[in-house]
């Protein structure tokens, strides 16, 4: 078995996956919110939200679950990231409706709350992969004893 599937699999586990997937959609979900209080004041601006649905379906192993919505983008050049199915992406980035099916209107002291609310569970995803990490640090260190 390679050392980079040992390591995949058994040292990392599908806790450190679930735990990526998380800090991948907080980010996402950081610049998302970001764009909707830069644009508060623009006349016509749709807000957005990232939803995070299948993300946990993804994070443990079930790839054909990827939403149907993901972000995809055009690339122009062969050394892009590629964003698109075989990103893997547990999220997706869609406007915000309201009553109607007419986009949502922003309001400044609900898009605060919901940056305040990402930056909790962004910090709390961060702790738990710091603890999984010390775990692995102290198994190596104290291995032999």
Not at 65 to 86: I, Y
Not at 109 to 118: F, L, W
């Amino acid at each position: 078995m390679p050392i980079d599937s040992v390591i995949r699999d058994r040292l990392m586990g599908k806790t450190m996956q679930a735990l990526k997937h998380s800090l991948d959609f907080r980010s996402a979900n950081h610049s998302v919110i970001s764009s909707n209080l830069a644009n508060i004041e623009t006349p016509g601006y749709e807000p957005k939200k990232a939803t995070f649905s299948q993300a946990m379906k993804n994070a443990m192993g079930s790839r054909e679950d990827t939403p149907a919505g993901s972000v995809h983008l055009r690339r122009t050049h062969q050394k892009h990231f590629s964003n698109g199915p075989d990103a893997g992406l547990p999220y997706t980035i869609e406007t915000r409706t309201g009553p109607g099916g007419r986009p949502a209107k922003l309001n400044i002291d609900h898009e605060m709350s919901r940056m305040a609310k990402n930056n909790l569970l962004y910090e709390a995803s961060v702790q738990l992969l710091s603890k999984k990490f010390q775990a692995l640090k102290d198994a190596i260190q104290n291995g032999g004893r």
